[in-house]
């Protein structure tokens, strides 16, 4: 295994312009140097990456593709019920092994020349090996043993596996810590269904997402929904949690037990007291997690959120597709025991979340707008002084941009600058 | 020209004219008027190809109601934010699959340019119309309206209902 953070292939002057993470140049937004030191030294260094549901391979021999970064995946469960990840490029001369969304296969074979695998990824095969008539054929001294697939390590979570390029990721309870832990141990209490997939493009650099997801300062400005509908208010309980190292969070509301229905009075720009919808069943809340926490968004390094908004659970991935672009992918979740009942109520509220959610849509263009804005001048500078400089959680109030430092702390730690 | 085939052609006609009727509502965004092209209780919902033929049940929207339509679109005009942008959809390859007592079941192409506020236009996406058509007081309504997006990727957002 490489770990880019060591072995850098590229070097950049870029040098962070401040003691503390509360402001940012736009630089990191728009540099190629740093997006491709990013592959080396954070998705595909000591992080543990988001790549996919032990549901969606339940059998041996099932796989899916996907990416950490811009590294293509496998992720294969073997005949031993063991999940295993690799990069999906073959030893030979480097073609995709696998070429398709998901399937069932024996083993891995790459259709570019025949090179076979096995579901841990070892070479076990060559084409035309012995030549043709004793003559050509593989060279003697060519090891298969040394030329399988690159694996990664592999941790499962609550039906959730992550992979990792590093042999310093400590193992996945360790990386989130207790707290956050807990939170994907409420949300994710039983054996997970996939209801469905979306993917979402969002014409900015990944980073923005993140932090967008990290801001729950915009959650009832910019998703203006909220405040209309009373989904979400900044007065509403809640607060922050934040991993000791600040690199991964929790942004989470718990509704008024008796006064859940009541739009509040706040002074946001958009509320309208007016404003009913016709129907509300895309509103409706069957408390299912033995709590009143309404949302819940979770952040894990650098890629990950983990989603609860109502009854609507997803998981999203997000993954970089070039300097200002990036695919956010949403795994859409119910429970295997839901009964049809259930099953139709998160069908609803799913109209709130995904690409035309009704609470979640601006997330896909205020990124964009960022990255319009920051291209002219990448030495200025974002501001971001909610609820102070520090990186601590706050109880009782989302109104802070602590995660959001939080996150350029970690990627300042990786990325060495 | 015999009775039938001048009754097919007339359902034809009559289908072809709503869904023209039904397009150029959205592309000349009177959205408020797009939730009467359904009956009370009709349902819309917007998935991916690749949702549909893995047999998974979420979609983009779901609307059941004209209620839940209306709502769409007072979210869109009081609510939601995004970059002002205008659809131009074309329509082709109607196919009438079935006539029935509860419907005529049929299917047909779309595709979906969107252009922006700045003139960047693309194509947003294409995919199929599967619809079961009513007549309810002597006017066809969409009792029934999945679209089917060729496409999984959604560039930016869905906000304008296809």
Redesign the interface.
């Known amino acids: 295994m490489d770990d880019g953070s060591v072995a850098a292939r590229h070097e950049t002057d870029f040098r962070w312009p401040h003691s503390d993470t509360s402001q940012t140049p736009y630089r990191v937004y728009t540099d190629e140097t740093l997006y491709a030191l990013e592959q080396q030294r954070i998705f595909q260094g000591p992080v543990w990456n988001f790549i996919g549901l032990e549901c969606e391979i339940p059998n041996p021999g099932d796989f899916k593709t996907t990416f950490a970064g811009d590294a293509p995946l496998i992720v294969v469960r073997d005949r031993d019920g063991n999940i295993n990840a690799m990069v999906n490029r073959c030893a030979h001369k480097g073609s995709l092994v696998c070429f398709k969304p998901r399937g069932n296969v024996q083993e891995l074979t790459c259709v570019y020349h025949n090179w076979v695998y096995d579901l841990a990824g070892n070479l076990t095969g060559v084409a035309f090996r012995r030549g043709v008539n004793g003559k050509g054929g593989l060279d003697p001294e060519f090891d298969l043993k040394k030329n399988g697939l690159q694996r990664l390590r592999v941790e499962t979570y609550r039906g959730l596996i992550f992979g990792t390029f590093s042999d310093r990721t400590p193992p996945f309870r360790d990386y989130i810590g207790p707290e956050l832990c807990a939170n994907i141990d409420r949300v994710f209490p039983k054996k997970l269904k996939?209801?469905?997939?979306?993917?979402?493009?969002?014409?900015n650099n990944w980073k923005l997402y993140v932090e967008n997801n990290k801001d729950a300062y915009h959650a009832s400005l910019?998703h203006?929904?909220h405040n209309?509908?009373g989904v979400v208010r900044p007065t509403m309980g809640g607060g922050i949690k934040l991993s000791d190292n600040g690199w991964h969070h929790l942004s989470y509301t718990v509704r008024n037990k008796d006064s859940d229905d009541v739009v509040g009075k706040e002074q946001v720009r958009?509320l309208?007291d007016q404003?009913k919808?016709?129907?509300v069943?895309?509103m409706e809340h069957k408390l299912e997690l033995g709590d009143y926490t309404t949302n819940a968004i979770q952040t894990i390094f650098p890629t990950t959120v983990v989603q609860q908004i109502l009854n609507a659970l997803a998981m999203r991935q997000l993954v970089p597709k070039g300097v200002d672009k990036s695919?956010l992918i949403w795994t859409?979740l119910g429970f295997e025991d839901d009964d049809v009942d259930m099953?139709e109520l998160?069908?609803?509220v799913?109209?709130l979340v995904?690409?035309?959610g009704?609470i979640s849509?601006?997330d896909?263009?205020?990124g964009?707008w960022v990255q319009t804005a920051a291209k002219a001048d990448p030495t200025a500078q974002t501001v971001m002084p909610m609820g102070g400089r520090n990186i601590e959680p706050t109880e009782g109030s989302r109104v802070t941009e602590a995660a959001v430092r939080g996150f350029w702390k970690g990627w300042r730690e990786l990325m060495g600058v | 020209m015999t009775t039938t085939l001048a009754n097919d052609l007339s359902l034809r006609l009559r289908i072809e004219a709503l869904f023209a009727d039904y397009v150029q509502c959205i592309d000349d965004d009177a959205l408020e008027q797009w939730p009467d092209f359904f009956t009370g209780d009709g349902v819309y919902r917007v998935t991916s190809r690749e949702n549909l033929s893995l047999g998974l049940p979420v979609c983009l929207v779901y609307c059941e109601g004209r209620g839940m339509m209306a709502d769409r679109i007072s979210a869109m005009r009081t609510a939601n934010i995004f970059e002002p942008h205008t659809y131009n959809h074309s329509i082709s390859a109607l196919k009438i699959l079935s006539v029935a007592v509860d419907g005529i079941r049929t299917q047909s192409n779309f595709a979906v340019f969107r252009t922006m506020a700045d003139g960047n236009m693309s194509l947003f996406n294409c995919g199929r119309y599967m619809d079961r058509i009513v007549e309810d007081n002597g006017v066809l309504k969409l009792a029934d309206r999945l679209v089917v997006l060729e496409s999984r990727r959604i560039d930016t957002l869905l906000v304008i209902p296809i």
């Open positions: 996939v209801l469905g997939y979306h993917s979402q493009v969002l014409p910019l203006v929904f209309t509908f958009s309208k404003y919808l016709q129907d069943r895309m695919e859409i099953q998160r069908l609803k799913n109209n995904g690409p035309a009704l849509m601006e896909g263009c205020v964009g």
